[in-house]
């Protein structure tokens, strides 16, 4: 039966002769016999259970807890399961660190449309960025509503041209006028704005909201933080925020 010493334990395994030294230190692979010379000798079933502990090391299981599996009785149904829930924590930690790089990216591509950017600027891009997907529900709920309305006004409209049929217009108008009036003030109850100036996060008023000039991300308004009147960037947010 063949014997090996630390340091060729250590090449097998592609370790170092301290690392097969600390395991032995830790009790978890403890030579099979001395030598004359006291030299630490390892037979072949420990140098498998070497490989057992290098592999689980490698994917991440701590040294207590190799410890304690290598002294169950049922060792293979121990590994498994003990497998089975790494596999979760690092899916787990992928699905983190991807959902890290993800917002790295979108980061980088907001900063390239800045001429110039500040740690604030970097702040209102990060505050965008964890409120955008309700902004988006948000629009969508919007034109799941606007769609259908424009669409009947639309049909109301060619009625009235081909038929000469305008009552049906004439009714639906009011209608439309004071339902857009109380959707919209739900819209401006549910986003917020950041001041390109302070980069404070304040509340549009209704009126000046609704009749304002605006782009799909940004809107005119008057900051009521510090003043400013201009172009300021729309996110979802239910309360101001004051930083300054």
């Given at each position: 039966?063949?014997?090996?010493?630390?340091?060729?334990?250590?090449?097998?395994?592609?370790?170092?002769?301290?690392?097969?030294?600390?395991?032995?230190?830790?009790?978890?692979?403890?030579?099979?016999?001395?030598?004359?010379?006291?030299?630490?000798?390892?037979?072949?079933?420990?140098?498998?259970?070497?490989?057992?502990?290098c592999?689980?090391?490698?994917?991440?299981?701590?040294?207590?807890?190799?410890?304690?599996?290598?002294?169950?009785?049922?060792?293979?149904?121990?590994?498994?399961v003990?497998?089975?829930e790494?596999?979760?924590?690092?899916?787990?930690?992928?699905?983190e660190?991807?959902?890290?790089?993800?917002?790295?990216?979108?980061?980088?591509?907001?900063?390239?449309?800045?001429d110039?950017?500040s740690?604030?600027?970097i702040?209102d891009?990060?505050?965008?960025?964890?409120n955008?997907?309700?902004?988006?529900?948000l629009?969508?709920?919007?034109?799941?509503?606007?769609?259908?309305?424009?669409?009947?006004?639309?049909?109301?409209?060619?009625?009235?041209?081909?038929?000469?049929?305008?009552?049906?217009?004439?009714?639906?108008?009011?209608?439309?006028?004071?339902?857009?009036?109380?959707?919209?003030?739900?819209?401006?109850?549910?986003?917020?704005?950041?001041?390109?100036e302070?980069?404070?996060?304040?509340?549009?008023?209704?009126?000046?909201?609704?009749?304002?000039?605006?782009?799909?991300?940004?809107?005119?308004?008057?900051?009521?933080?510090?003043?400013?009147?201009?172009?300021?960037?729309?996110?979802?947010?239910?309360?101001?925020k004051?930083?300054?």
């Amino acid at each position: 039966m063949s014997k090996y010493t630390t340091g060729e334990m250590a090449k097998l395994c592609n370790v170092t002769v301290r690392t097969v030294q600390y395991y032995d230190s830790r009790g978890i692979l403890v030579p099979s016999e001395l030598s004359e010379g006291k030299r630490r000798l390892y037979s072949e079933e420990d140098l498998k259970k070497l490989k057992i502990i290098c592999f689980l090391r490698d994917v991440g299981i701590p040294i207590k807890g190799i410890g304690e599996l290598l002294a169950e009785d049922n060792t293979e149904n121990v590994i498994s399961v003990l497998l089975e829930e790494q596999e979760k924590v690092l899916r787990d930690e992928l699905s983190e660190k991807q959902e890290m790089l993800d917002k790295v990216e979108q980061i980088k591509k907001e900063l390239k449309g800045l001429d110039k950017y500040s740690v604030e600027s970097i702040g209102d891009i990060a505050y965008i960025m964890e409120n955008r997907k309700k902004l988006r529900k948000l629009h969508k709920m919007m034109m799941v509503v606007g769609i259908p309305l424009d669409l009947v006004e639309v049909g109301l409209i060619a009625l009235w041209i081909v038929k000469g049929i305008w009552i049906p217009f004439l009714v639906f108008v009011p209608v439309v006028m004071v339902g857009a009036f109380w959707f919209s003030k739900y819209y401006f109850d549910k986003v917020a704005y950041i001041c390109p100036e302070c980069h404070n996060v304040f509340k549009a008023k209704h009126v000046e909201g609704f009749f304002a000039s605006h782009t799909p991300r940004l809107r005119k308004l008057t900051c009521s933080c510090c003043g400013h009147k201009g172009y300021c960037v729309e996110t979802y947010g239910m309360e101001e925020k004051i930083y300054g």
